[in-house]
Structure formats: C-alpha cells, structure tokens
C-alpha cells in the first residue's frame, strides 16, 4: 500500500451500470481480470454480487474466538487467584479449587469478552467511523441510492493501472466512466 506521500493522484476509477444483472456481469470480467480491490455500490442488494467480489474470508470470527477463549481464561484464572492463592478459605471442608463453582462465572466473561471482540473487532474491521469517503466527490454517484449500480475499481489495486483500467471499464459498456479523486 502507498503511503499518503506517495498516493496516487486519484482514489480508482468508477463505472455506472444501469442495471443489477449489468452490474453482476461486470463485476466477473472485473474479477477474471484479477482486479481485487474492487467495490461495488448499489441502492439494494444485489443476488450474487457479494460472492463476485468479496472472496477473501473475514476475520472476525477469530477475532471473536479468541475473544472467547481469552474471557473464558480470565474468568476462571481470577476465580482460582482469588480462592486458592490469595485467599483461601475452608467452608465446610471444600476444596480451594472447587472446579464446578467456577464454571458460571468463567462462562459469564467467555461470552462478555466474546461480544466485545465482535462489536469493537467489526468497527475495527470496517474503518469506523468513516465521515468522508471519496466516491462522493463523483456528482452521478449520488444516484446509488436510487437507481444507479456503481463499481469502483480502486487505484492501490496491484493490477491499477489508469489508462487502462479506465479502457477496460468502458470496455464493458457502462453508462459512464468516472475517476475519483481524492
């Protein structure tokens, strides 16, 4: 990735389509082409276009996962700290580390910590917050929440190159080519 010195001039290049299936179609040449960082914006979700574009997995899962596993670990750790090392009492000849009582406890912080993993991991995971976003220096794209389908093609793509990449994008007849500029 470019750092901000070394940004290029513009953030991609955009294509209007006037149609979903359009859009679709377009989004595969997009992919075949090996094109990855690429979005697309439309007034309603589309049938098929999530799994054309996004094909890399999220991590959010294992984010909450170890979220879960850390909560899990910390529960029952602070449970054993507090009744077999610091302070260990015998109460009718029970055992300090009594397993079976610290299970609620241990489960209560798996899932806490979990939940937080997930809401701060998914804020983190898609750039929130984001008050400004360069797509809405396009004057057509205010049609995306609308009628209007858009696939934006973005300029640290490997494959980016200007010319032609705005050459392929008119190449598969949209109702227009814009660059976005930062």
Not at 22 to 49: C, D, I, N, W
Not at 107 to 125: K, N
Request: neutral net charge; glycine residues 10%.
């Amino acid at each position: 990735m470019k750092s901000p010195v070394e940004r290029a001039p513009f953030y991609g290049m955009m294509a209007e389509f006037g149609h979903p299936d359009v859009l679709v179609k377009a989004a595969e040449k997009v992919a075949a082409a090996g094109f990855s960082r690429v979005e697309a914006y439309t007034p309603f979700p589309v049938h098929g276009l999530h799994d054309v574009i996004y094909k890399k997995q999220s991590k959010l899962p294992l984010l909450v996962l170890i979220g879960g596993i850390l909560g899990g670990a910390i529960g029952y750790g602070m449970q054993y700290f507090a009744s077999v090392i610091h302070y260990p009492m015998n109460i009718g000849g029970k055992p300090d580390h009594s397993w079976p009582a610290f299970i609620p406890i241990t489960f209560e912080l798996t899932i806490l910590v979990a939940a937080f993993a997930a809401v701060f991991g998914m804020i983190f995971l898609n750039g929130l917050p984001k008050p400004y976003h360069p797509v809405f220096n396009v004057e057509r794209f205010k049609y995306a929440s609308r009628d209007g389908f858009f696939l934006v093609i973005e300029s640290d793509d490997p494959n980016y190159d200007e010319a032609k990449t705005k050459k392929f994008l008119e190449g598969l007849k949209p109702k227009g080519v814009y660059e976005v500029e930062w």
